[in-house]
């Protein structure tokens, strides 16, 4: 079994930054891959940004380029997002997971309970 835990949520004005972290016990975290994902209401969840077990290969969707940092640490078993020159589309609830690749059809199989972004204008 796997517990994943998000933090560093909350309210930011735009163009701000935040840094979010994702703690995970119980499995051997550093041979999977993890992501972050984020959600409104009414919407699908997407794919924000993934990176391998290794650290090296990391994915980000075309929305956050640029501006967002995936990163982990498996010494720490933590997982982060560094999000800055946010903007107001970016409020969402964020969620992070862990699976078997960069993308979502490759399999996610545990998740966060979700932390909240808010990005005011």
């Known amino acids: 079994q796997v517990q994943l835990v998000e933090s560093g949520g909350g309210l930011v004005q735009a163009a701000g930054s935040l840094r979010l972290s994702c703690a995970a016990s119980g499995r051997t975290f550093s041979a999977y891959a993890m992501g972050w994902f984020r959600q409104v209401p009414g919407k699908e969840r997407e794919l924000v940004a993934s990176i391998d077990w290794s650290g090296i290969t990391k994915y980000y969707a075309d929305s956050v380029k640029g501006r967002f940092t995936i990163s982990r640490d498996n010494t720490k078993k933590t997982v982060y997002l560094q999000m800055n020159s946010l903007k107001p589309e970016d409020t969402a609830v964020y969620y992070c997971?862990?699976?078997?690749?960069?993308?979502?059809?490759?399999?996610?199989?545990?998740w966060g309970q979700g932390t909240q972004v808010t990005v005011s204008s």
């Open positions: 997971a862990l699976g078997r690749g960069l993308q979502p059809s490759q399999g996610y199989d545990y």
